[in-house]
């Protein structure tokens, strides 16, 4: 079990739905992350939060867009995703971005575009 | 090796026997480096860190040594075991404008073990 929760764990979606994705972490963590990772691929960097603001975007498509409503929980709110984007969605966590340390990850959501 | 297209380098090795997985990093700055191991259907693992201020650091049954004069990282396992069978990542923080948030992955070495 890891201590980065992820939901759903599996998803599938049409080209024209709303859906999100939710991360939750209850060590006390103030960054937070989003990866994409493509089957047999390295996970690639999509957003960064720092105490619940928006830190980094990796220029990703504005059909991802991220919320951080608490210090405990990310989300990823996706509208109008195209096939490219079916992939693992992975979370991360750690205590902050002033030293460096290592991200904890969640197993991710799998999620299939239609 | 580097991989090419979808197929990830892989590393198949007896139940018992060591293993080595080595990997290259791109950029001088960066000033930490960790290896993860994921499983099937699982997110990242973290196995062990290091420093630039250090060449080596050894966990239980794991090895990391650090190069950084040719820029090398490589993540021993004694007494490789079949749970020990993955794919490992290693990254780097890059350190982009002292930020400490971008891990920057390597491409990944699948290992196979052999019963």
């Known amino acids: 079990d890891t201590e980065v929760t992820q939901t759903p764990k599996h998803l599938v979606m049409g080209m024209t739905n709303k859906k999100s994705l939710k991360c939750e972490q209850h060590?006390?963590?103030?960054?937070m992350y989003w990866y994409k990772q493509k089957a047999k691929k390295p996970p690639e960097l999509m957003f960064v939060?720092?105490?619940?603001?928006?830190?980094i975007n990796e220029s990703v498509p504005s059909r991802f867009s991220p919320e951080c409503p608490n210090s405990s929980l990310l989300n990823l709110h996706l509208h109008a995703l195209q096939p490219e984007d079916s992939a693992l969605y992975l979370c991360?966590?750690?205590?902050?971005?002033?030293?460096?340390?290592?991200?904890?990850f969640g197993d991710g959501t799998r999620l299939s575009i239609l | 090796g580097e991989s090419v297209g979808l197929h990830l380098p892989t590393l198949s090795v007896q139940e018992g026997d060591n293993s080595i997985i080595n990997c290259a990093y791109s950029?001088?700055?960066?000033?930490?480096f960790i290896w993860y191991k994921q499983e099937s259907g699982k997110g990242p693992q973290f196995i062990i860190d290091?420093?630039?201020?250090?060449d080596k650091r050894q966990g239980q049954r794991v090895t990391v040594l650090l190069n950084k004069t040719v820029k090398h990282l490589s993540l021993q396992i004694a007494a490789t075991q079949p749970g020990d069978s993955a794919v490992y990542f290693c990254?780097?923080?890059?350190?982009?404008?002292?930020?400490?948030?971008?891990?920057?992955f390597g491409k990944g070495t699948k290992l196979s073990v052999k019963p």
């Open positions: 950029n001088s700055a960066s000033d930490y």
């Open positions: 939060y720092s105490y619940e603001k928006l830190s």
């Open positions: 991360a966590s750690t205590k902050n971005l002033r030293t460096a340390q290592p991200q904890h």
């Open positions: 290091i420093r630039s201020n250090m």
């Open positions: 990254a780097e923080n890059g350190n982009y404008g002292g930020s400490q948030g971008n891990l920057i």
């Open positions: 060590m006390g963590h103030r960054a």
